[in-house]
């Protein structure tokens, strides 16, 4: 079993920056692809950001330059710094884990950037 836990969501005005974390635990023994997405209300759920086990990232096409993944392998978490936050990314953020042919979400964090 795998779980996934994040965490740094909060408000912030517009052009302000957050940095939100995810630490998957349990049973992995190897790198696992992990990634961001998130959901705003009446949306679907849409990716943000991931990062493969060989360290290949890719990007929704709406926060290219101002978000950036990263990873700890050490210790299987992803990082996401986000800059010049919009309004429109307000939303709840998901982590997703995939590890051994399974996908793993987690709880998910609010984002609220006010205008």
């Known amino acids: 079993q795998v779980h996934v836990v994040e965490s740094g969501g909060g408000l912030v005005q517009a052009g302000g920056s957050l940095r939100l974390s995810c630490a998957a635990s349990g049973s992995i023994g190897s790198i696992p692809t992990m990634g961001w997405y998130r959901q705003a209300p009446g949306k679907q759920r849409e990716l943000v950001a991931s990062i493969s086990s060989a360290g290949a990232i890719m990007y929704g096409d709406s926060v290219k330059g101002r978000f950036t993944i990263s990873r700890d392998n050490t210790k299987k978490m992803v990082l996401l710094q986000m800059n010049n936050l919009k309004p429109e990314d307000t939303a709840v953020y998901y982590c997703?884990?995939?590890?051994?042919?399974?996908?793993?979400w987690g709880q998910g964090t609010q984002v609220t950037v006010s205008s």
């Open positions: 997703r884990c995939n590890y051994g042919g399974y996908v793993y």
